[in-house]
């Protein structure tokens, strides 16, 4: 079992681009979640899918997109990147979205926009 | 709203001394889920531990113990005999079952970066 991994590990980009970050997890977790780590504010959740071809808008969702198309996949999209996105993105998953399952997080992807 | 707080942000301990994390929570559902995790400096999260909203008796580990408490809303977190190896960031997190529904979103506070010189 690999768990969650996540590519690439580290990306700088000029703002305006666009890029996707990869998440994928072997678990067979119906769950599956993004956040983004900031200096003292903790994780902040982005998107979240509670299974494939659904997803929806967590806490911090502008200037982000997903998709679920199959179960071991989330995708996270930068449609136009900005220097507020600089940020450490971790993707998680868990065997379903009920409140008492933990988690699994990535290893992160360290994100720069200039 | 649905909020949780650490107020510590950093702490320094020479190795051996115990320490405590504070968490301090806030939650309109009386069915919560409250947990820790830990990230050391090579960034990953790493779980250590769940507890609901209806067990409230203390949980021991090795060296880590939990203190939760719903009347002051408190789930605090102790290091007995700090080891170099127990630093890293320390992280509360909060799960809601009704208000937020099957969501798994869960809220974070700010983090507790603890620091134990040798």
């Known amino acids: 079992n690999a768990g969650v991994t996540q590519t690439p590990k580290f990306q700088v980009l000029k703002t305006g681009q666009s890029m996707t970050l990869q998440c994928a997890q072997d678990?067979?977790?119906?769950?599956m979640s993004w956040y983004r780590q900031d200096p003292g504010m903790g994780l902040r959740l982005i998107h979240y899918?509670?299974?494939?071809?659904?997803?929806d808008q967590g806490e911090v969702p502008n200037g982000y997109n997903v998709s679920r198309s199959t179960t071991e996949d989330f995708p996270l999209r930068l449609l136009s990147a900005a220097p507020s996105q600089t940020s450490v993105y971790f993707c998680?998953?868990?065997?379903?979205?009920?409140?008492?399952?933990?988690?699994?997080f990535g290893p992160g992807t360290r994100l720069t926009v200039l | 709203a649905q909020k949780v707080t650490q107020a510590q942000t950093e702490i320094s301990v020479v190795e051996k001394e115990d320490v405590t994390l504070d968490c301090v929570y806030e939650?309109?559902?009386?069915?919560?889920?409250l947990f820790w995790y830990k990230q050391p400096p090579s960034g990953e999260l790493v779980f250590l531990i769940r507890?609901?909203?209806?067990?409230?008796q203390n949980e021991i580990s090795g060296r880590y113990s939990w203190n939760f408490q719903k009347s002051t809303s408190s789930f605090n977190f102790t290091i007995t005999a700090s080891q170099v190896v127990d630093s890293a960031v320390y992280f509360c997190?909060?799960?809601?079952?009704?208000?937020?529904?099957?969501?798994?979103?869960?809220?974070f506070g700010q983090g507790t970066t603890l620091q134990v010189k040798p």
């Open positions: 678990m067979n977790h119906e769950y």
């Open positions: 507890r609901n909203s209806f067990d409230e």
């Open positions: 998680a998953s868990s065997y379903s979205p009920a409140a008492y399952n933990e988690q699994f």
């Open positions: 997190a909060l799960s809601e079952a009704v208000f937020n529904g099957p969501t798994g979103k869960l809220i």
């Open positions: 899918s509670v299974g494939a071809g659904i997803t």
């Open positions: 939650t309109r559902d009386t069915t919560y889920y």
